[in-house]
T-cell receptor, first 113, second 123 residues
Framework: DIVMTQTPDSLAVSLGERATINCKSS????????????LAWYQQKPGQPPKLLIY???TRESGVPDRFSGSGSGTDFTLTISSLQAEDVAVYYC?????????FGQGTKLEIK | EVQLLESGGGLVQPGGSLRLSCAAS????????MSWVRQAPGKGLEWVSA????????YYADSVKGRFTISRDNSKNTVYLQMNSLRAEDTAVYYC????????????????WGQGILGTVSS
């Protein structure tokens, strides 16, 4: 199975500051058929289901604020929130879909400092 | 608007069975792969199973292979998860999720999620 490891496990950032979450996969997620990386990011607020933020590592889902961005390639990926808002408090997960044995990172809890 | 509504959860003893259902609306159900993802209390997300739009291909996590069966009835816009030989570690909120497309013939990421249903395995 492809193992997804997120860092840090938790993060406290001041309002208006940048938040960065990293995700590392145990093997490359580059899908050669379209030269895109098979990685998605989700946001989960307490008591709610996950919400898709980013797919193909850097494509923002419709309706997601542009302060959220994804980057990276191969095995190393990053989710960046450019200016943290109070409503961004949540747990964030990365997920690989390169393999049919889909796997998620363990999650990163984002809080306000 | 896409809506996914799970049902069928509850309390069952170890070794027992549960059948979860997910009723979908707001999209052409038969065109999209569907999946089940679970979350144990206070834990992270774990993918469980997926099925293509026509039902011809199914996928399972190693942790549930041979015990769980995913199926769908496109005439009823519903996907199911039959869970047998349940263990305490299967206790979780089970989410139904829609995949917006296929990658290499199989589901990719998940763009819509239900609210989830709790399945508890305990004596």
């Amino acid at each position: 199975d492809i193992v997804m490891t997120q860092t840090p496990d938790s993060l406290a950032v001041s309002l208006g500051e940048r938040a960065t979450i990293n995700c590392k996969s145990s093997q490359s997620l580059l899908y050669t058929s379209n030269n895109k990386n098979s990685l998605a990011w989700y946001q989960q607020k307490p008591g709610q289901p996950p919400k898709l933020l980013i797919y193909w590592a850097s494509t923002r889902e419709s309706g997601v604020p542009d302060r959220f961005s994804g980057s990276g390639s191969g095995t190393d990926f990053t989710l960046t929130i450019s200016s943290l808002q109070a409503e961004d408090v949540a747990v964030y997960y990365c997920q690989q879909y390169y393999s049919a044995l889909y796997t998620f990172g363990q999650g990163t809890k984002l809080e306000i400092k | 608007e896409v809506q996914l509504l799970e049902s069928g959860g509850g309390l069952v003893q170890p070794g027992g069975s549960l059948r979860l259902s997910c009723a979908a609306s707001g999209f052409t159900f038969s065109l999209y792969a569907m999946s089940w993802v679970r979350q144990a209390p206070g834990k992270g997300l774990e993918w469980v199973s997926a099925i293509t739009g026509g039902g011809g291909s199914t996928y399972y996590a190693d942790s549930v292979k041979g015990r769980f069966t995913i199926s769908r009835d496109n005439s009823k816009n519903t996907v199911y998860l039959q869970m047998n030989s349940l263990r305490a570690e299967d206790t979780a909120v089970y989410y139904c999720a829609k995949a917006p497309g296929l990658v290499g013939g199989r589901p990719a990421y998940f763009d819509s999620w239900g609210q989830g249903i709790l399945g508890t395995v305990s004596s």
